[in-house]
């Protein structure tokens, strides 16, 4: 009987991070759990083990370099290295640039494409020697036009999906995959401050782990849903012209304007 398959998903304290981890433990795997707050990193870890993986606590953040380090060396440690690494740690919050904050574009910046860049250098080596491994990234539908009062999060995750396509170019022929996901609308704690009537074809935050873990299993490239949002998103948006994507942005586009107390405050105060 082979090894559990060791994986490490960071942001895992809620939402889909934490469905993710708790799915694969399912599966007996071992999972490693990443994200700042300890209460809720502790739960998902108690949930993983529940369900019959082997949970490792990793509390910490990713705009952190020597905690990244730390982290992938403690797993080493632990298991000898990793198999998968989904990196699903995120922030979304809405800007409008009539009120242009060029710290909250550093910080998602910050925490949705370095923060993967973090992971991306600590676990390829050990992946590229041992000839296997898969690296999935956690971008979004925003990725693919600037969408209204999106602009940080728009900008960082289509960041997101270069980098990671770049990535899957260059590993080719060393056995190590790299596969981007670009989610539509999935319940958590970030769509939870969104207005229902906003968010078209929302997800249960169950299904859509299960989506992005058929679309690792089968590695394909890039994987995206649900289809009847995605496949407009992604194929038709990108080609309608500027001149009329910009009236139907503004017209259909997002509305909420509603940043967060507390944990964005705090993290804006934070050095990366």
């Given amino acids: 009987m082979s090894a559990p398959t060791r994986v490490v998903v ?3 304290t809620s939402g889909l991070g934490r469905e993710l981890a708790v799915q694969l433990a399912r599966r007996g795997w071992r999972v490693a759990v ?7 990193l502790e739960e998902t870890a108690r949930r993983v083990t529940e369900a019959g993986g082997e949970a490792l606590l990793l509390a910490g953040s990713v705009t952190d370099d020597a905690e990244v380090r730390a982290h992938a060396s403690r797993i080493r440690a632990a298991w000898g290295g990793l198999d998968w690494a989904i990196l699903n740690a995120g922030v979304g919050e ?3 640039a009539k009120e242009f904050s060029a710290e909250l574009v550093r910080w998602t910046l910050d925490v949705n494409v370095v923060g993967a860049a973090r ?6 080596p050990d992946m590229i020697e041992s000839g296997s491994g898969v690296v999935a990234g956690i971008a979004s539908l925003a990725a693919f036009r600037g969408l209204p009062r999106s602009g940080p999060y728009s900008a960082s995750k289509a960041a997101l999906v270069a980098l990671l396509e770049a990535a899957r170019v260059d590993l080719r022929g060393t056995g190590v995959d790299v596969v981007t996901v670009c ?3 999935v319940k958590s704690e970030m769509t939870a401050r969104n207005g229902p009537d906003s968010m078209p074809f929302l997800m249960e935050t169950a299904d859509g782990a299960a989506a992005i873990l058929r679309g690792i299993d089968a590695r394909r490239r890039v994987v995206h849903f649900p289809w009847p949002l995605s496949y ?5 948006l990108p080609a309608i012209p500027d001149f009329l994507y910009d ?4 017209r259909f586009g997002p509305r909420r304007i509603k940043r967060r107390s507390g944990e964005a405050g705090e993290l804006l105060k ?3």
């Fill in 10 to 12: 960071t942001g895992a």
């Fill in 34 to 40: 990443t994200g700042r707050r300890l209460p809720e």
């Fill in 94 to 96: 809405s800007m409008d």
């Fill in 119 to 124: 992971w991306l250098e600590a676990v390829l």
């Fill in 183 to 185: 989610p539509g609308f």
């Fill in 232 to 236: 407009p998103t992604k194929y038709l």
């Fill in 247 to 250: 009236r139907l942005a503004a």
């Fill in 270 to 272: 934070k050095k990366p």
